[in-house]
T-cell receptor, first 112, second 113 residues
Framework: GNSVTQMEGPVTLSEEAFLTINCTYT??????LFWYVQYPGEGLQLLLK?????DKGSNKGFEATYRKETTSFHLEKGSVQVSDSAVYFC???????????FGQGTTLQVKP | EAQVTQNPRYLITVTGKKLTVTCSQN?????MSWYRQDPGLGLRQIYY???????DKGDVPEGYKVSRKEKRNFPLILESPSPNQTSLYFC????????????FGPGTRLTVL
């Protein structure tokens, strides 16, 4: 069945460090891929998405490229800020049911 | 402002006492869904609805009911809550199904004693 695996956290970085959060997926066909972010005490917000192979999603300095050959959608940011501290979820959407299949989430803590 | 709202945001209740968590969206979205979030498990879909009067089970529907009498509202009903339903619940909506972006509400933290 379809599934998403994220690197386990928590990830702790200093401000201005480079961020990578790994995400791999298992799915037949061509799912859409998403990164959602959850700030403390809030709901999930879409961070970026990609709908087909080799697409690059980007937003707020974050990027992720849809790699079908490696079934990956790794999240990257060149220079993190304290305000980026949050939980990040990788997800895929594939079927006509509209169901999002989430990874377990990765907590990022950025220290000044 | 386009948004998904949920009420209540926090609820503590006891086993067996029926409760309803409301969800409303003002974006005229066809599709609505409920998820629960548990540590280490990410989010899992409980129920979804593709349109008014059309609902179907997600991955973890046991112990829950839903209804979709109006396009904007999609309440989640727990007829007889149990402690294993203690969780953080999110409602979401999207223009259509398939690969659309889903927009999430702020969440409802439920504790069942």
């Amino acid at each position: 069945g379809n599934s998403v695996t994220q690197m386990e956290g928590p990830v702790t970085l200093s401000e201005e460090a480079f961020l990578t959060i790994n995400c791999t997926y298992t799915a037949t066909g061509y799912p859409s891929l998403f990164w959602y972010v959850q700030y403390p005490g809030e709901g999930l917000q879409l961070l970026l998405k990609a709908t087909k192979a080799d697409d690059k999603g980007s937003n707020k300095g974050f990027e992720a490229t849809y790699r079908k050959e490696t079934t990956s959608f790794h999240l990257e940011k060149g220079s993190v800020q304290v305000s980026d501290s949050a939980v990040y979820f990788c997800a895929l959407s594939h079927s006509n049911t509209g169901k999002l299949i989430f990874g377990q989430g990765t907590t990022l803590q950025v220290k000044p | 402002e386009a948004q998904v709202t949920q009420n209540p945001r926090y609820l503590i209740t006891v086993t067996g006492k029926k409760l309803t968590v409301t969800c409303s969206q003002n974006m005229n979205h066809e599709y609505m869904s409920w998820y629960r979030q548990d540590p280490g498990l990410g989010l899992r879909q409980i129920y979804y609805s593709m349109n008014v009067e059309v609902t179907d089970k997600g991955d973890v529907p046991e112990g829950y009911k839903v209804s979709r009498k109006e396009k904007r509202n999609f309440p989640l009903i727990l007829e007889s809550p149990s402690p294993n339903q203690t969780s953080l619940y999110f409602c979401a909506s999207s223009p259509w199904t398939g690969k659309d972006t889903q927009y999430f509400g702020p969440g409802t933290r439920l504790t069942v004693l």
